[in-house]
């Protein structure tokens, strides 16, 4: 349930800076394949992917935070 939250905000925030799947993919270094299954909740991103995934869409990492991981 966590690892489905991180990735629906992952994917919502790559469409909204225009990224394809294939293309975010390239830029973060990872196989379109390991991207889908983090965007689709089958995996839990680490925390590198993470601050790596902020970097290339230029917001933090609390911006992609989903919102009741901020309140503890």
Not at 24 to 36: H, M, P, R
Not at 39 to 54: C, I, K, Q, Y
């Given at each position: ?28 270094g990872v196989s379109v394949s390991i991207l889908g299954e983090i965007e689709r ?32």
């Amino acid at each position: 349930m966590e690892a489905e939250k991180w990735g629906r905000r992952i994917r919502a925030f790559r469409k909204l800076k225009g990224f394809t799947q294939e293309s975010f993919a390239k830029e973060l270094g990872v196989s379109v394949s390991i991207l889908g299954e983090i965007e689709r909740g089958n995996r839990m991103p680490a925390a590198d992917f993470l601050g790596r995934v902020a970097f290339m869409l230029n917001i933090t990492v609390e911006d992609l935070t989903p919102p009741d991981e901020n309140r503890e």
